[in-house]
């Protein structure tokens, strides 16, 4: 192999070249960035020039946003990690230096300084000034100098521009990365734009002429993944045969895939569950919990693969993760493709921090011995004579604890809040995100800093620690927010869902008569009514991204319940209101989602908010100042009020324009005093339950006849 300098110098008319003169088209432009535009840099300032921004051409540092999933902020960053940093390791730059990442095809750049650059990733057509480079090696363009990155051949779907000295861009919540359904970072919140500028760091020092070939991923069109079991398993979700399926098929990758998750197409499991109960109508359906990027997600009987845009809390079921070291092979997953999930043992998941032959990258196949054999559970043990917790693992470097049984009791909430706050306040080495569920925590950590079994132990500990969940007492904001019921942007959602993904769904045409058909009420009045007396106890943030809670009635007489879309929807309208199993949630901003509409509301999420630094693992800073963007707290109480589609509109607008007028009023959530309102109103809430019993069990028959559930 030739390891020469390879420079390339200016053509002498870049006006003439057809690839720079063609007009990019940005898979998303027609989402508008509310973020403001970042400084044109100075004209000294070393700088690149968008000639042509490519299809999907965003900003991405590793490892991305990290601290903030607890209440809806996914890490985003590379989807493929490996080329980014290989890219920057041997240009001199730090491992997560910013850099490009191109989907389907990448842009034209105009350097205004000689500038070296490494383009690595899916096989594509790399030129500059119109001399065709190879990709993997280090180029300097000249000043002035143009660099064409064309349509990708494949295998593969994204590629990475690394620059000497990384792209100099504003950080949000800690990190450069652009998160485009958020509308921040990357310095726009969008993808790259024709006419567009972006500074650059100060030079680093070359280190090597080209990534070596040992080091440089394998490509292929069939795809092998590393997974470990769990955290949901067989046989209490999925039955043995499921499991055997899911790890002796080759799926296909779906053209409905992104970055916050591949979609892929494959047999639909038999089940273990005739249905999620208070969570759902559907198996899949469970109380919600926090996801991790590489799960393979169940909603309903799709499969999904998790990215780094997606989700960080949600109710569905996942019964393999795959390992660190392999996720970097999620962002080069391309439609047609075929992909196998290959179990190992956790402990012998390559080492994620590696870049070299120890990460096992340049191997088309996963070499394996064998699987933990245990079905996603970690251990189990007994908190007191009423309830027990499972720690269950969530690929090499999670755990997911849960406290009692598959019930919705606030008393678990209680002890979930019990162990989060003690464990930011011991604040252990190694834990990277801390995130609640209704009854369980995800604890991500580094296993080379704390390894798991470590973990274990000292969670072992700290349940000896915790105070009695009968004594917890914790601020609860009532805060009032207007709903607008039957929203149209809701309605839009069902007819795009009806004409796109199935028009013969039980839910549609209107989901609030499917609500009340579920709960047994006389009429679509009762829904509203008691959408409307109800008051919502905010159990999660994030159900959906950026602050989006999950919430249930305080009391459960209100206490809707309902299944989730199967399949998924594929849009959602920003802050849409929706009911899944017992639970309500505000979505965060446009994307998938699954819960039934109710109507919309005001945003919970404001994107003026210009926050700093970052919250560490797990951390609320309980404001909602302008350093924090999101609006709501755990064990805050919502409550509507009715406001016409006209009205919400200009509330929104008012609130994107930075005129936030919320009321909340300060109170406390006493466990104690809730289980003595439970204790005095028992008979009323059982005579409520058991019509809503009734009505649940005509509903799962109906599907059933219809083949919507399996015997």
Same mark, same amino acid.
């Given at each position: ?192 734009? =024709? ?66 998750? +591949? ?76 992909v196998r999930f290959v179990p190992i043992r956790s402990e012998q998941a390559a080492p994620a921090a590696e870049l070299g032959a120890r990460r096992r990258a340049c191997f088309g196949t996963v070499l394996s011995a064998g699987r933990d054999g245990d079905d996603g559970v970690l251990r189990r043990t007994e908190v007191d004579d009423e309830t027990g917790v499972t720690y269950r693992r969530q690929g090499d470097d999670g755990v997911l604890v849960e406290y009692g049984t598959l019930t919705l009791d606030l008393g678990l909430r209680a002890r ?32 080379? +800093? ?54 013969? =769904? ?138 016409? =589609? ?56 109906s599907w059933r006849s219809a083949g919507e559930l399996a015997d």
């Amino acid at each position: 192999m030739n390891l020469t300098d390879t420079r390339v110098e200016p053509a002498a008319d870049l006006a003439s070249t057809s690839m720079v003169e063609a007009e990019g088209a940005g898979l998303d432009d027609t989402t508008e960035p509310t973020s403001d535009a970042p400084p044109e840099p100075s004209p000294t300032q070393r700088r690149i020039d968008v000639v042509r921004p490519g299809m999907q051409t965003t900003v991405q540092d590793w490892p991305g946003r990290i601290g903030y999933w607890h209440i809806g902020v996914p890490p985003s960053g590379p989807m493929d990690d490996l080329s980014l940093r290989l890219g920057n390791r041997v240009l001199g730059n730090p491992e997560g230096a910013a850099g490009l990442e191109c989907t389907l095809g990448g842009p034209a750049l105009r350097f205004s300084e000689p500038t070296w650059v490494c383009v690595t990733g899916a096989v594509a057509d790399v030129r500059v000034d119109g001399i065709p480079v190879e990709q993997w090696r280090t180029v300097e363009v000249a000043a002035g100098g143009v660099l064409d990155v064309g349509a990708i051949r494949g295998p593969g779907m994204r590629t990475y521009i690394m620059i000497s000295g990384g792209i100099d861009v504003d950080e949000f919540l800690g990190s450069a990365a652009t998160f485009t359904l958020g509308k921040f970072g990357g310095g726009t919140g969008a993808a790259l734009r =024709a006419d567009e500028s972006l500074a650059l760091g100060v030079p680093s020092t070359r280190l090597a002429p080209a990534v070596p070939m040992a080091d440089q991923p394998a490509f292929a069109h069939r795809w092998e993944l590393a997974v470990t079991e769990g955290p949901h398993g067989a046989p209490e979700f999925f039955t043995r045969d499921d499991f055997d399926t899911i790890l002796g098929t080759d799926y296909e990758v779906h053209f409905n895939s992104d970055r916050t998750g +591949v979609r892929l197409i494959g047999p639909k499991p038999e089940w273990a569950r005739t249905d999620g109960g208070e969570a759902g109508l559907h198996p899949s359906n469970i109380h919600d919990n926090a996801y991790t990027v590489g799960a393979l997600d169940f909603t309903g009987d799709t499969p999904i693969l998790l990215g780094p845009d997606g989700p960080s809390l949600g109710g569905f079921v996942c019964p393999v993760t795959v390992v660190a070291a392999d996720r970097w092979k999620l962002g080069q997953l391309a439609p047609g493709d075929k992909v196998r999930f290959v179990p190992i043992r956790s402990e012998q998941a390559a080492p994620a921090a590696e870049l070299g032959a120890r990460r096992r990258a340049c191997f088309g196949t996963v070499l394996s011995a064998g699987r933990d054999g245990d079905d996603g559970v970690l251990r189990r043990t007994e908190v007191d004579d009423e309830t027990g917790v499972t720690y269950r693992r969530q690929g090499d470097d999670g755990v997911l604890v849960e406290y009692g049984t598959l019930t919705l009791d606030l008393g678990l909430r209680a002890r979930v809040h019990a162990l989060h706050q003690h464990l930011i306040a011991v604040g252990l080495r190694g834990v990277i995100e801390l995130t609640p569920g209704i009854r369980s925590l995800q604890i991500r950590v580094d296993p080379t +800093v704390l390894p798991i079994p470590r973990l274990l132990d000292l969670l072992a500990e700290a349940e000896a620690q915790l105070p009695n969940s009968d004594q917890l007492v914790v601020p609860s904001r009532t805060v009032h927010l207007p709903l607008s019921w039957d929203d149209p942007a809701t309605r839009e959602a069902i007819t795009r869902y009806m004409h796109g993904v199935r028009a013969d =769904a039980p839910w549609c045409p209107w989901n609030i008569e499917f609500i009340r058909r579920m709960n047994g009420l006389p009429s679509v009045d009762d829904v509203y009514k008691t959408v409307f007396d109800a008051e919502y106890l905010v159990l999660g943030l994030g159900d959906v991204y950026l602050g989006a809670p999950v919430a249930t009635p305080t009391d459960p007489r209100h206490r809707l319940v309902t299944t989730k879309y199967n399949p998924a929807r594929t849009w959602t309208p920003e802050n849409a209101v929706g009911i899944g199993g017992a639970y309500l949630c505000i979505y965060g901003m446009e994307g998938p989602g699954g819960y039934q509409f109710v109507g919309r509301t005001t945003q919970v999420w404001n994107h003026r908010a210009r926050p700093a630094g970052t919250a560490g693992p797990g951390v609320d800073r309980f404001a909602t100042d302008a350093e924090t963007p999101w609006l709501l707290r755990y064990f805050d109480r919502i409550k509507w009020h009715p406001v016409e =589609a006209d009205e919400l509109l200009d509330l929104r607008a008012d609130f994107a324009a930075g005129k936030v007028d919320i009321t909340a009023t300060d109170s406390e959530f006493r466990l104690a005093d809730y289980r003595a309102f439970l204790t005095d109103n028992a008979r009323s809430i059982e005579e409520f339950r058991a019509v809503q019993a009734e009505a649940f069990a005509a509903e799962r028959q109906s599907w059933r006849s219809a083949g919507e559930l399996a015997d």
